[in-house]
């Protein structure tokens, strides 16, 4: 099993519409929690941490289900500018060493 | 200073050639990454600095690679003998030692090896 594991997708959704991406963790010991997002051929950049609590920034919203082991989050109102892959980081260990999930494409479409 | 450099932006080399890159990280930064990506994936972890000791280092990486971080600021990352399957793009993250806060990356390297 995958440390981080993501639905690849792609996801092909509407302007306008919301959709949710989940991503699973195997490691218990896993401390913090991020979002990154990724357009073609750039580098990942942070699109938001992940708190226990949840937290959301403007259209995004970010859960951490430590039960579960999962984090998701949820874009409402999409954009055509949100078209990217997004990216599910896990830091674990004393090492703070950051696993990365495979991505989740989204295309918003007019 | 405003962010992760990274030296080559791009590299093309031949088969069993081999190549060096370098990344200056944040410069209050003791934590360092390299990733290597290839299209449609996502970041694939190398190995990892705190300070300058390499902590980690993926079983992935064959003896082929090696990376330093000599004074505990830039980093290189070595490809000796490279081959085509190395095509791909190497992107350096650095992070602080405090708290949980994310890495930040840089622009990153694309190899392609001919």
Redesign the interface.
Known sequence: RKEVEQDPGPFNVPEGATVAFNCTYSNSASQSFFWYRQDCRKEPKLLMSVYSSGNEDGRFTAQLNRASQYISLLIRDSKLSDSATYLCVVNIGNNRKLIWGLGTSLAVNP | DTGVSQDPRHKITKRGQNVTFRCDPISEHN?L?W?RQTLG?????LT?F?NEAQ??KSRLLSDRFSAERPKGSFSTLEIQRTEQGDSA?Y?C?S?P?QG?T???????TRLTVV
């Open positions: 934590r990454y990733y994936q996502g970041p694939e972890f990892y705190q902590l980690e793009m992107l993250a992070s030692i949980d994310e890495a930040f990356f840089g622009q990153g």
